[in-house]
């Protein structure tokens, strides 16, 4: 998993809208962290990727009905349809992204949670087909069918693989360490080695 989360963009809407996060860099691991205010419509949440409005996405989804236990559907299409409508209910989403560097398909998974009466959440997963790496993420109604509640917000933070070489300490030069298995002491060369006191 990521080795540190850098936080890549956040947009509050002040008035109705599309939210929207644009960065530049390379990151591997993509987490998104929303709330939607409630708009008092049927529309569902959507989400594009790198403006790409082809036919290059596809979801599977899960609601949480309190009616039955299934409630399971597929769509393929110009966008991701997390397939919950912004109608009675404040909403909050997390999305987790797996977004390696080329042209390979994108993974991701997320679940928006509110107050609704009849449905607590909704479970998503999918994948974009589109090219290179996400470096732009709008989310929508509907992809465009109707605005985003203003006070609605978005952050996304970005990590990239651990690094296969060491990562030393930033202790200063003579720090000293009790290995308190067998009493031993050590003290930090202030590069890369512990050595043994004796």
């Known amino acids: 998993m990521g080795a540190g989360w850098t936080r890549l963009g956040h947009h509050t809407l002040g008035s109705n809208g599309v939210l929207t996060a644009t960065w530049s860099g390379s990151y591997r691991h993509l987490k998104v962290l929303c709330h939607f205010k409630d708009r008092n419509n049927g529309n569902a949440f959507s ?48 999305m987790n992204i797996i977004n390696p560097v080329g042209n390979y398909h994108k993974q991701m998974y997320g679940h928006l949670s509110g107050n609704k009466s009849d449905v607590g959440g909704q479970h998503f997963c999918g994948k974009w087909k589109g090219g290179d790496q996400i470096v732009k993420i709008e989310f929508e109604l ?14 996304v933070w970005g990590a990239d693989d651990a690094p296969e070489t060491p990562v030393y300490p ?19 060369d202030g590069t890369s080695a512990w050595n043994e006191m004796i």
């Open 170 to 188: 930033n202790f200063p030069k003579g720090t000293i360490f009790e290995d308190s298995t067998d009493g031993k002491h050590y003290m930090w």
């Open 47 to 94: 989400i594009r990727f790198n403006d790409d409005t082809g036919q290059s996405y596809s979801t599977r989804r899960r609601n949480e009905e309190s009616a039955q236990s299934g409630g399971e559907s597929v769509n393929t299409g110009t966008f991701i349809n997390t397939g919950m409508d912004s109608y009675q209910s404040d909403w909050n989403l997390e």
């Open 142 to 155: 509907e992809a465009g069918n109707e605005s985003i509640q203003s006070g609605s917000s978005m952050t």
